[in-house]
């Protein structure tokens, strides 16, 4: 891996936000999203879930961890993406010691518990499901990057979206799970048709669906690096192209995400949409 620079981010150095809104076609918002800083446990650094808390134990962050989720179709949505995210966060709490005291020798093992927190997340939906004697109509999508200087590690599940801007290139981290992405691989639509497709929209995995297989995968990163999570009510709006415009001449996080979030909301916004921005300062 290559490092600009070799110390530590303190936190002083970080700049992180996160926002979200209902759109102007839907009843409800069924985005959640949620930024902690973690060491011996989390502490909420920003979030849409309401009346959190999360313990915070000196000295300062280890790393942080960010997730967003979307309630999927006509079911109880938003219920599902904040019941999901809740089960997730305590996971990842109860094998806090891995990451207050780091090595990485241990990093398969911390990937696979981050991966074992986002289906611990599918069980908790499932089981809820199970007791309202329904087989469906509770499911979300989930994007989770947990970053442990100077790596960041992904789970991903459905179609929201993570990218990184490196050296003015944006690139996409994560893989859509939809009918027309695995109808593209299978070759069976080229990229442009993939894109236009109406499949775009028709998840394969899900947690709490029927299927939902975490997608996982670790990247180095540099402290010139700009971080963007997304649920797919942006991305309907506003193209690759401009979100890597739009991080390449970032000064805060938070004006960044509230600029996106007007753009996707200015052509229509027929979804909700949520934006969580990560960099380190120059």
Same mark, same amino acid.
């Given at each position: ?45 920003? =979030? ?80 809820? /499901? ?19 200087? !100077? ?10 979206? $993570? ?19 695995? /109808? ?29 297989? !975490?997608? =996982? ?11 963007? /999570? $997304? =649920? ?24 960044? $995400? ?25």
């Amino acid at each position: 891996m290559t490092l600009t620079h070799e110390r530590r981010p303190h936190e002083r150095d970080i700049d992180v936000h996160g926002a979200t809104h209902q759109g102007h076609v839907r009843t409800e918002n069924q985005d959640h999203y949620l930024i902690a800083s973690i060491n011996k446990s989390l502490r909420e650094v920003h =979030t849409s879930l309401e009346a959190e808390s999360f313990e915070h134990l000196t000295p300062g962050p280890r790393g942080y961890l960010f997730c967003v989720a979307d309630g999927v179709g006509s079911g109880d949505g938003r219920r599902a993406s904040s019941t999901a995210l809740r089960a997730i966060v305590q996971h990842v709490t109860d094998f806090a010691n891995l990451y207050a005291h780091f090595d990485p020798v241990e990093e398969e093992r911390f990937l696979s518990e981050l991966r074992a927190g986002v289906l611990h997340g599918h069980q908790v939906l499932r089981g809820e /499901l199970e007791l309202d004697g329904m087989t469906t109509g509770l499911a979300t999508t989930l994007t989770m990057v947990a970053v442990i200087w !100077p790596r960041a590690y992904l789970v991903h599940v459905g179609d929201s979206r $993570c990218y990184r801007l490196r050296e003015g290139r944006l690139e996409l981290l994560t893989r859509d799970q939809t009918l027309a992405e695995a /109808l593209r691989e299978d070759g069976a639509l080229t990229e442009p048709e993939a894109g236009r497709s109406p499949l775009r929209h028709v998840l394969v995995s899900a947690l709490g669906s029927t299927e939902a297989t !975490p997608l =996982t995968s670790v990247v180095d990163c540099r402290w010139d690096d700009v971080m963007l /999570l $997304c =649920t797919d009510g942006l991305t309907k709006h506003v193209n690759d192209e401009e979100i890597g415009s739009a991080l390449r001449t970032i000064t805060d996080a938070g004006r960044t $995400c509230g600029e996106l979030i007007r753009l996707a909301l200015d052509r229509g916004g027929t979804d909700n949409v949520t934006v969580v921005v990560g960099r380190l300062r120059a």
